[in-house]
């Protein structure tokens, strides 16, 4: 079945520095959504990419979907300790199907 | 706080049992989803249902089953339990002009 690759699985930065995740699937995706999960928390809707090629900006979130539809990243300048967690991006595979198929995520850890 | 609900927090059982996770969408939200945590595995696809049907189907085991009620409220079953199924269970719901889901915080089961 549909599957969506994340790298890198963890990442230690020191505060301020920039952190990047990246996904990819083997097929062209429908859209793709970007969630973060906090340490205990729940998953978090960050996100969505539809269009081929398409650049979104949150403050230091900058989220890009590739032009084949098939890759996409998050990027954060300058991390905070308050970005820490996991960072998942989720994939809809098209075809009407309204299911998420998640990557395994990023675990971000910021060292003060 | 997302508006989605799920009962237990917490579930401590033996293998071989049966248990029962209860959600709440959000108010209005006609799609729910479950997902399976677990650490190795990451967020796994279970089953979604929209307005008491079952809408898509994830990787969910013969031993698991789930519905959704008249009223909206969903259960995810599991029975025949073993070490394995430990993990986190979030559910999610999502409403008709909603892009992104919405996630519960999610039933802690361990099975011991």
């Known amino acids: 079945g549909q599957q969506v690759m994340q790298i890198p699985q963890y990442q230690h930065v020191q505060e301020g520095e920039d952190f990047t995740t990246y996904c990819n699937s083997s097929?062209?995706?429908?859209?793709i959504q970007w969630y973060k999960q906090r340490p205990g928390g729940h998953p978090v809707f960050l996100i969505q990419?539809?269009?081929?090629?398409e650049v979104k900006k949150q403050k230091r979130l900058t989220f890009q979907f590739g032009e084949a539809k098939k890759n996409s990243s998050l990027h954060i300048t300058a991390t905070q300790t308050t970005d820490v967690g996991t960072y998942f991006c989720a994939a809809q595979p098209g075809g009407g199907s309204e299911k998420l198929v998640f990557g395994k995520g990023t675990k971000l850890t910021v060292n003060p | 706080d997302s508006g989605v609900t799920q009962t237990p927090k917490h579930l401590i059982t033996a293998t071989g049992q049966r248990v029962t996770l209860r959600c709440s969408p959000r108010s209005g939200d006609l799609s729910v989803y479950w997902y399976q945590q677990s650490l190795d595995q990451g967020l796994q696809f279970l089953i979604q249902y929209y307005n008491g049907e079952e809408r898509a189907k994830g990787n969910i085991l013969e031993r698991f089953s789930a519905q959704q009620f008249p009223d909206l409220h969903s259960e995810l079953n599991l029975s025949s339990l073993e070490l394995g199924d430990s993990a986190l269970y979030f559910c999610?719901?999502?409403?008709?002009?909603?892009?992104?889901?919405?996630f519960g915080p999610g039933t802690r089961l361990t099975v011991t």
């Open positions: 999610a719901s999502r409403g008709p002009s909603d892009r992104q889901q919405y």
């Open positions: 990419l539809v269009k081929s090629g």
């Open positions: 097929t062209t995706l429908s859209n």
